[in-house]
Protein backbone atom coordinates (compact mmCIF):
# COMPACT_ATOMS: atom_id res chain seq x y z
CA UNK A 1 0.00 0.00 0.00
CA UNK A 2 1.41 3.23 -1.21
CA UNK A 3 0.91 5.08 2.57
CA UNK A 4 2.80 2.29 4.29
CA UNK A 5 6.32 3.31 3.92
CA UNK A 6 5.95 6.80 5.15
CA UNK A 7 3.68 5.37 7.94
CA UNK A 8 6.22 3.26 8.71
CA UNK A 9 8.64 5.69 9.54
CA UNK A 10 6.36 7.93 11.45
CA UNK A 11 6.19 4.97 13.91
CA UNK A 12 9.65 4.37 14.50
CA UNK A 13 10.01 8.04 14.63
CA UNK A 14 7.66 8.18 17.69
CA UNK A 15 9.13 5.26 19.28
CA UNK A 16 12.88 6.87 19.09
CA UNK A 17 11.31 9.85 20.03
CA UNK A 18 9.16 8.60 23.19
CA UNK A 19 12.34 6.35 24.31
CA UNK A 20 14.40 9.58 23.73
CA UNK A 21 11.68 11.62 25.94
CA UNK A 22 11.73 9.10 28.84
CA UNK A 23 15.05 8.72 28.85
CA UNK A 24 15.46 12.67 29.50
CA UNK A 25 12.84 12.61 31.93
CA UNK A 26 13.89 10.23 34.46
CA UNK A 27 17.71 12.00 33.73
CA UNK A 28 16.11 15.26 34.53
CA UNK A 29 14.53 13.69 37.72
CA UNK A 30 17.59 12.21 38.34
CA UNK A 31 19.33 15.42 38.64
CA UNK A 32 16.32 17.19 40.41
CA UNK A 33 16.47 14.69 43.64
CA UNK A 34 19.95 15.64 44.14
CA UNK A 35 18.87 19.23 44.64
CA UNK A 36 17.22 19.78 48.26
CA UNK A 37 14.73 22.76 48.62
CA UNK A 38 15.16 25.25 50.93
CA UNK A 39 11.62 24.38 52.59
CA UNK A 40 12.83 21.11 53.77
CA UNK A 41 9.63 19.58 53.16
CA UNK A 42 9.50 15.89 52.42
CA UNK A 43 6.85 14.98 49.24
CA UNK A 44 4.13 14.10 51.44
CA UNK A 45 4.30 17.26 53.72
CA UNK A 46 4.14 19.32 51.09
CA UNK A 47 1.07 17.70 49.36
CA UNK A 48 -0.83 17.84 52.52
CA UNK A 49 0.00 21.63 52.92
CA UNK A 50 -0.71 21.92 49.14
CA UNK A 51 -4.31 20.22 49.47
CA UNK A 52 -4.68 21.86 52.57
CA UNK A 53 -3.69 25.77 51.66
CA UNK A 54 -7.00 24.44 48.66
CA UNK A 55 -9.70 23.39 51.45
CA UNK A 56 -9.29 19.53 50.37
CA UNK A 57 -9.17 17.50 54.01
CA UNK A 58 -10.76 14.37 52.16
CA UNK A 59 -7.56 12.98 49.78
CA UNK A 60 -5.24 11.17 51.97
CA UNK A 61 -1.58 11.14 50.34
CA UNK A 62 -0.11 7.79 50.57
CA UNK A 63 3.17 6.15 49.74
CA UNK A 64 3.36 3.31 46.45
CA UNK A 65 5.79 1.31 45.10
CA UNK A 66 7.89 1.87 41.98
CA UNK A 67 9.59 5.28 39.80
CA UNK A 68 7.73 7.85 38.41
CA UNK A 69 4.27 5.50 39.85
CA UNK A 70 2.99 9.24 40.97
CA UNK A 71 -0.84 9.73 40.64
CA UNK A 72 -3.78 10.88 41.98
CA UNK A 73 -6.80 8.41 42.07
CA UNK A 74 -10.43 10.66 42.21
CA UNK A 75 -12.25 7.78 43.19
CA UNK A 76 -10.28 6.76 46.10
CA UNK A 77 -9.50 10.37 46.28
CA UNK A 78 -5.99 9.67 47.67
CA UNK A 79 -2.63 11.73 46.31
CA UNK A 80 -0.22 8.09 45.72
CA UNK A 81 3.46 9.34 45.80
CA UNK A 82 6.20 7.28 45.18
CA UNK A 83 8.51 6.15 47.82
CA UNK A 84 11.32 8.59 46.70
CA UNK A 85 9.07 11.29 46.13
CA UNK A 86 7.07 10.38 49.55
CA UNK A 87 10.19 11.15 51.57
CA UNK A 88 12.15 12.94 49.43
CA UNK A 89 13.16 17.11 50.81
CA UNK A 90 14.33 18.08 46.94
CA UNK A 91 12.82 19.90 43.76
CA UNK A 92 11.73 16.68 41.78
CA UNK A 93 10.04 15.55 44.82
CA UNK A 94 7.88 18.88 45.48
CA UNK A 95 7.80 18.86 41.53
CA UNK A 96 5.75 15.89 41.60
CA UNK A 97 4.01 15.93 44.85
CA UNK A 98 2.64 19.24 43.74
CA UNK A 99 1.82 17.98 40.65
CA UNK A 100 -0.43 15.30 41.61
CA UNK A 101 -2.08 17.43 43.92
CA UNK A 102 -2.94 19.66 41.23
CA UNK A 103 -4.70 16.80 40.22
CA UNK A 104 -6.65 16.61 43.13
CA UNK A 105 -7.45 20.58 42.98
CA UNK A 106 -8.93 20.18 39.58
CA UNK A 107 -11.28 17.54 40.74
CA UNK A 108 -12.45 19.91 43.88
CA UNK A 109 -12.87 22.49 41.22
CA UNK A 110 -14.63 19.99 38.89
CA UNK A 111 -12.44 20.95 36.23
CA UNK A 112 -14.37 19.93 32.90
CA UNK A 113 -11.40 18.03 31.10
CA UNK A 114 -10.22 16.03 34.56
CA UNK A 115 -14.53 14.52 34.33
CA UNK A 116 -13.90 14.39 30.39
CA UNK A 117 -10.59 12.39 30.98
CA UNK A 118 -12.27 10.07 33.69
CA UNK A 119 -15.23 9.00 31.92
CA UNK A 120 -13.11 8.15 28.89
CA UNK A 121 -10.92 5.34 31.13
CA UNK A 122 -13.38 2.90 30.61
CA UNK A 123 -13.96 3.27 27.40
CA UNK A 124 -10.00 3.69 26.94
CA UNK A 125 -9.41 0.29 28.58
CA UNK A 126 -11.92 -1.49 26.62
CA UNK A 127 -10.86 -0.23 23.07
CA UNK A 128 -7.13 -1.37 24.32
CA UNK A 129 -8.59 -5.01 24.59
CA UNK A 130 -10.62 -5.32 21.54
CA UNK A 131 -7.44 -3.29 19.80
CA UNK A 132 -5.74 -6.53 20.37
CA UNK A 133 -8.69 -8.65 19.68
CA UNK A 134 -9.30 -7.62 15.68
CA UNK A 135 -6.03 -7.29 15.34
CA UNK A 136 -5.51 -11.00 15.82
CA UNK A 137 -8.77 -11.24 13.03
CA UNK A 138 -7.17 -9.30 10.81
CA UNK A 139 -4.33 -11.24 10.42
CA UNK A 140 -6.78 -14.45 10.22
CA UNK A 141 -8.79 -13.01 7.96
CA UNK A 142 -6.43 -10.66 5.79
CA UNK A 143 -7.03 -12.60 2.78
CA UNK A 144 -11.03 -12.05 3.15
CA UNK A 145 -11.31 -8.02 1.28
CA UNK A 146 -14.86 -8.19 2.71
CA UNK A 147 -13.88 -8.63 6.22
CA UNK A 148 -10.30 -7.12 6.63
CA UNK A 149 -12.03 -3.80 5.18
CA UNK A 150 -14.74 -4.05 8.21
CA UNK A 151 -11.78 -5.21 11.12
CA UNK A 152 -10.07 -1.66 9.85
CA UNK A 153 -13.03 -0.15 10.32
CA UNK A 154 -13.58 -1.27 14.12
CA UNK A 155 -10.03 -0.50 14.46
CA UNK A 156 -10.41 2.78 13.64
CA UNK A 157 -13.44 3.67 15.81
CA UNK A 158 -11.30 1.88 19.00
CA UNK A 159 -8.09 4.00 17.64
CA UNK A 160 -10.65 7.33 17.91
CA UNK A 161 -10.96 6.81 21.26
CA UNK A 162 -7.79 6.60 22.13
CA UNK A 163 -6.65 9.60 20.51
CA UNK A 164 -9.27 11.27 22.22
CA UNK A 165 -8.44 9.96 25.75
CA UNK A 166 -4.43 11.30 24.73
CA UNK A 167 -5.54 14.48 23.71
CA UNK A 168 -8.23 15.18 26.66
CA UNK A 169 -5.01 14.44 28.65
CA UNK A 170 -3.17 17.18 27.12
CA UNK A 171 -4.64 19.92 29.14
CA UNK A 172 -5.27 18.07 32.18
CA UNK A 173 -1.75 17.54 32.29
CA UNK A 174 -0.87 21.05 31.46
CA UNK A 175 -2.80 22.77 34.04
CA UNK A 176 -1.83 20.98 37.04
CA UNK A 177 1.63 21.45 35.96
CA UNK A 178 0.56 25.15 35.91
CA UNK A 179 -1.31 24.84 39.44
CA UNK A 180 1.79 23.13 40.89
CA UNK A 181 4.11 25.42 40.10
CA UNK A 182 2.00 28.80 41.37
CA UNK A 183 0.98 27.20 44.30
CA UNK A 184 5.06 26.09 44.75
CA UNK A 185 5.41 29.81 44.28
CA UNK A 186 3.19 31.38 46.38
CA UNK A 187 3.87 28.75 49.07
CA UNK A 188 8.05 29.75 48.81
CA UNK A 189 8.11 25.98 49.09
CA UNK A 190 10.74 26.44 45.58
CA UNK A 191 13.15 29.60 45.29
CA UNK A 192 14.76 31.10 42.81
CA UNK A 193 17.10 28.29 40.77
CA UNK A 194 14.88 25.90 42.86
CA UNK A 195 11.22 26.69 41.35
CA UNK A 196 13.15 26.79 37.52
CA UNK A 197 14.02 23.46 38.31
CA UNK A 198 10.71 22.59 39.35
CA UNK A 199 9.29 23.84 36.28
CA UNK A 200 12.11 22.00 34.06
CA UNK A 201 10.79 18.50 35.41
CA UNK A 202 7.59 19.18 34.91
CA UNK A 203 8.08 20.36 31.60
CA UNK A 204 9.90 17.28 30.29
CA UNK A 205 7.10 15.04 32.63
CA UNK A 206 4.50 16.49 30.04
CA UNK A 207 6.75 16.10 26.85
CA UNK A 208 5.68 12.38 27.16
CA UNK A 209 2.27 13.23 26.96
CA UNK A 210 2.64 15.01 23.86
CA UNK A 211 4.75 12.41 22.19
CA UNK A 212 2.00 10.03 23.32
CA UNK A 213 -0.79 12.44 21.88
CA UNK A 214 1.31 12.55 18.67
CA UNK A 215 2.01 8.63 18.50
CA UNK A 216 -2.06 8.02 19.18
CA UNK A 217 -2.99 10.52 15.93
CA UNK A 218 -0.34 9.15 13.60
CA UNK A 219 -1.47 5.47 14.64
CA UNK A 220 -4.92 6.41 13.84
CA UNK A 221 -3.62 8.65 10.51
CA UNK A 222 -1.92 5.19 9.60
CA UNK A 223 -5.37 2.77 9.72
CA UNK A 224 -7.28 5.38 8.20
CA UNK A 225 -4.64 5.18 5.26
CA UNK A 226 -4.15 1.94 5.37
CA UNK A 227 -8.45 1.48 4.67
CA UNK A 228 -8.05 4.27 2.51
CA UNK A 229 -5.29 2.01 0.76
CA UNK A 230 -7.32 -0.87 0.74
CA UNK A 231 -10.35 0.24 -1.27
CA UNK A 232 -8.53 1.56 -4.36
CA UNK A 233 -6.90 -1.88 -4.24
Known sequence: MYFDPILLILTIFFVILGIAVSSKLKNKFAHYSGIPTSSGLTGKE????????????????????????????????????????????????????????????QHAAAYPWLGLRSVLVPVVNVSSVLMNVVLLLMAVFAVVSQLYNQAL????????????????TLPVEFDASRRALAWLEHARITRGAEHEGAKDA????????????????????????????????
Open 202 to 233: LKWAAATYVVAALAAIATLLYFVFRLMGSRRD
Open 153 to 168: IVIIVLQSAITLFSLV
Open 46 to 105: IAEKMLHDNGIYDVKVISVEGQLTDHYHPLKKTVNLSEAVFHGRNVAAAAVAAHECGHAV
